[in-house]
């Protein structure tokens, strides 16, 4: 089936648009949440039943939140688009949705998620707003400017992290900042990964990323980052008076997924870069949960 033929030009064109159908991205939107969420629900004992319906909302606003960034990346970056091999058959880049259509779909995601953020105390108010308007918004303008786009997704994307903190006690403490500081390494480390995908196509756009910068340095400063990952991280939990299971499932687990996935990194291979990007989004993040919520639990 050809890009120019239904379902491609029907709603399926939509659902390319908003990557509906990319768990990756919502996930690693969610995980910080989750993370976070999980460290307040231990330290203030919430029911089961207000974590998991805490949980799912997170959730549903991961998933609005990156599908509406991804309009709006692709709305700004269609002539980028056309000039990159992975990205040049999205839909606006080639001409399936107008760029009117695309500012009419992401209206109505924007629109849902001030509706989820309205009914929040005024911390998760401010929090949410900034994360989505300011920062979500000028992310596809900073790889024009910067080599570090990646740092500014990084804020963008784990300010979601306090959230949780914020909701459940209408302030922030010590522990949620200084996860909040471990999230911040993890996006730099596997949007940078990610970022290799693209670096000879990048270098012809006109592209900034950390993976440019970093050029022949990138496994050595990616280890850095994952490094300093474990021991925010560590701090976090101590700061939290988390327990056992804290430590051995989310940080000896983390630590070890970690190290196997710059161990199997290679660089300048495409197919390889994505599958390790993936595994933070379906792997990494879920041991680091995994270790909260069994803390939570017995803890």
């Excluded at 239904?6 to 949440?33: I, N, Y």
């Amino acid at each position: 089936m050809t890009a120019n033929t239904s379902p491609a030009t029907g709603l399926w064109r939509w659902v390319e648009l908003s990557r509906v159908h990319m768990f990756a991205g919502s996930m690693l939107g969610f995980w910080p949440f989750s993370w976070s969420m999980t460290m307040a629900a231990r330290s203030s004992s919430l029911t089961l039943s207000t974590y998991f319906f805490s949980l799912a909302y997170g959730l549903i606003g991961a998933a609005l939140t990156h599908s509406a960034g991804c309009v709006w990346n692709d709305i700004l970056d269609r002539k980028f688009d056309r000039q990159v091999e992975r990205t040049k058959r999205r839909p606006i880049a080639d001409g399936r949705v107008s760029v009117l259509g695309a500012l009419v779909f992401l209206a109505i995601h924007l629109v849902a998620i001030v509706a989820m953020l309205w009914p929040a105390n005024p911390l998760t108010w401010w929090l949410g707003l900034a994360t989505v308007f300011p920062l979500a918004g000028m992310y596809p303008l900073m790889k024009r400017v910067t080599y570090w786009p990646q740092a500014w997704l990084s804020v963008g994307i784990n300010l979601p992290s306090l959230l949780a903190w914020g909701t459940i006690y209408g302030e922030l403490s010590l522990a949620s900042q200084v996860l909040l500081f471990g999230c911040c390494c993890w996006t730099l480390y596997y949007d940078t990964i990610y970022a290799c995908q693209d670096k000879r196509d990048d270098v012809q756009a006109g592209i900034k990323s950390t993976a440019l910068l970093f050029g022949a340095h990138v496994k050595t400063i990616l280890a850095v980052l994952a490094a300093l990952l474990v021991v925010f991280l560590t701090t976090a939990g101590t700061l939290n008076e988390h327990g056992m299971p804290f430590f051995v499932l989310t940080v000896g687990g983390a630590t070890t997924h970690l190290i196997m996935q710059l161990q199997n990194l290679h660089v300048d291979d495409p197919k390889n870069c994505l599958a390790v990007f993936e595994s933070n989004a379906f792997t990494f993040g879920g041991i680091v949960w995994a270790g909260l919520f069994v803390d939570y639990i017995f803890g």
